[in-house]
C-alpha cells in the first residue's frame, strides 16, 4: 500500500499496529518511488482486514499494489 507521504505510512503503521495486524514499513520499490518513501505491504489474505482497520483509523492508502513477477499491479 502506498499512501502517498511518509508521514500518511507512520500514521498507518501506528493503525495496524493497533489492531494487531502483520505488516511490513518498507522503503517504496522503485517502481513505486514516484508515489512515495515507505509502503506498507500485508500478506494478501490480511488485504479486507487491514484496510477495514485503516479506514476506522482514518488513513486510507493511495494506492494499493500486487506483486506480479518484477512488477506491481495496482489493484
Do not use: N
Not at 35 to 46: A, F, P, Q, R, T
Amino acid at each position: 500500500m502506498a499512501f502517498g507521504s511518509t508521514h500518511r505510512a507512520l500514521k498507518a503503521e501506528e493503525v495496524l499496529r493497533g489492531y494487531s495486524i502483520a505488516f511490513r514499513l518498507l522503503p517504496a520499490p522503485r517502481a513505486l518511488e514516484p508515489y512515495c518513501d515507505l509502503v506498507i505491504s500485508v500478506k494478501g489474505e490480511d488485504l479486507g482486514a487491514a484496510m477495514e482497520a485503516l479506514a476506522s483509523g482514518g488513513v486510507r492508502p493511495k494506492s494499493t499494489y500486487r506483486k506480479e513477477g518484477e512488477g506491481y499491479v495496482k489493484v
